[in-house]
């Protein structure tokens, strides 16, 4: 018997607080970048802890762990694109404002739709084309790009970052796009399991053959690794249990939060903050990425 759907406007209200607490994590990832903590050592520790953490919900839930093999070798591929995504939007938190890193990473639901619309899917309707653009727009504002006198500079200023950022956004929008045809129909905890425990070997892999796994060197680092690995362990286990009692797949825009929750969290926390402008760029993105991801299906 299937779990009673939550009241909506108790679903979409846990959704804002995970949202918030997705954001924490990257705060505190940034935390811990900035006194020394290596990128592989921070998604290893919070991939494999999470994996840890699924694995035991399971046990205790008792659900099946077996798999076909062709299954299990499309979740390793999978898990491989996610290890590049975890990588890539560290690595963006650790140049650039979290909160901008984050609003970039937040063009997946974009990319995803026009990855599906080229594989022969169901053509996006009118409000989630009009939807794009609008966005791209915004990012502008957010990346402070207006002016060509200015645009080299800035871009030097934030081009790796952002480089960053886009990658995870499209890597983790291919991995959406694949799991949901090699992975449909999979249990989305055992799922995310086996992903996150690829995610974490292979960044335990990389950071061996490269010398950059490291415990963190001061009090700062090691609060701000167990603070990641706390929030996202918390935030990603809780969305598993909470999805399947969502009383509509659209309410998940509300996630969408985040990268406004981050730009106050930041400023009180780390002093990051955001000129007027950009604020108004994300409120843009973020308005324009939820109407994409509540549009006509």
């Not at 609060?223 to 929030?231: I, K, N, R, S, W």
Request: glycine residues 8%; hydrophobic residues 60%; positive net charge.
């Amino acid at each position: 018997m299937h779990d009673k759907s939550l009241a909506r406007w108790l679903g979409i209200s846990l959704l804002l607080v995970l949202a918030v607490v997705f954001g924490c994590n990257h705060i505190a990832a940034r935390l811990a970048f900035d006194h020394g903590l290596s990128i592989t050592s921070a998604v290893a520790a919070r991939s494999g802890i999470t994996a840890l953490a699924v694995l035991m919900l399971l046990l205790a839930l008792r659900v099946p762990l077996t798999l076909p093999r062709a299954t299990w070798k499309r979740g390793l591929a999978i898990g491989v694109i996610l290890s590049v995504q975890s990588y890539c939007l560290y690595s963006a938190v650790a140049r650039i404002p979290a909160a901008l890193a984050l609003l970039i990473f937040n063009l997946h639901p974009m990319m995803l739709t026009l990855m599906s619309w080229a594989a022969g899917g169901q053509r996006p309707d009118r409000r989630a084309l009009g939807a794009m653009p609008v966005a791209l727009f915004g990012l502008t504002l957010v990346l402070d790009l207006q002016g060509s006198a200015s645009l080299a500079g800035r871009w030097s200023e934030i081009g790796a970052g952002a480089g960053f950022a886009f990658a995870a956004a499209l890597s983790f929008a291919s991995a959406m796009f694949l799991s949901a045809r090699w992975l449909k129909g999979i249990d989305g905890r055992l799922r995310s399991c086996l992903t996150m425990a690829t995610v974490a070997v292979l960044a335990l892999a990389a950071g061996a053959a490269t010398g950059s796994l490291a415990l963190p060197a001061d009090a700062q680092a090691w609060t701000g690794l167990a603070l990641l690995t706390l929030f996202y362990g918390t935030a990603i286990t809780s969305l598993f249990m909470l999805v399947p009692r969502l009383a509509s797949a659209s309410d998940m825009a509300a996630l969408n939060f985040e990268p406004i929750a981050v730009i106050g969290i930041a400023w009180i926390t780390i002093g990051q903050a955001l000129t007027p402008l950009q604020i108004a760029g994300a409120l843009i993105v973020v308005a324009s990425i939820v109407a994409l991801g509540t549009g006509k299906r």
